[in-house]
Nanobody, 124 residues
Framework: QVQLVESGGGLVQAGGSLRLSCAAS????????MGWFRQAPGKEREFVAT????????IYADSVKGRFTISRDNAKNTMYLQMNSLKREDTAVYYC?????????????????WGQGTQVTVSS
């Protein structure tokens, strides 16, 4: 029911910042739980952060807690991931995902829709 498109990735030096965007099209965006995941070569896709319908509740992976901030603007059908104090180990393809009628989902296989991904590379 939704199409997701990520943008905002790129090359940044360690300690720098990037903001990723996920634009959604389709009906009932306000009722979708949204999340960010990332995947490095040879690694499993891992959870980064998720956000409730209203944006009031957020959950973060321990590895990014205190550095990343997830948010959403339902009027614009867009979700964001502000990434600060980036580390080399943050290098990965970042994906946004949506699940209908649910919130607080941390497992990738429970999400219904996925974007194509955007590359984030953090230099040493």
């Amino acid at each position: 029911q939704v199409q997701l498109v990520e943008s905002g990735g790129g090359l940044v030096q360690a300690g720098g910042s990037l903001r990723l965007s996920c634009a959604a099209s389709g009906r009932s965006f306000d009722r979708y739980g949204m999340g960010w995941f990332r995947q490095a070569p040879g690694k499993e896709r891992e959870f980064v952060a998720t956000i409730s319908w209203s944006g009031d509740a957020q959950i973060y992976a321990d590895s990014v807690k205190g550095r990343f901030t997830i948010s959403r603007d339902n009027a614009k059908n867009t979700m964001y991931l502000q990434m600060n104090s980036l580390k080399r180990e943050d290098t990965a393809v970042y994906y946004c995902a949506a699940v209908c009628g649910r919130v607080g989902i941390l497992r990738a296989n429970e999400y219904d829709y996925w974007g194509q991904g955007t590359q984030v590379t953090v230099s040493s």
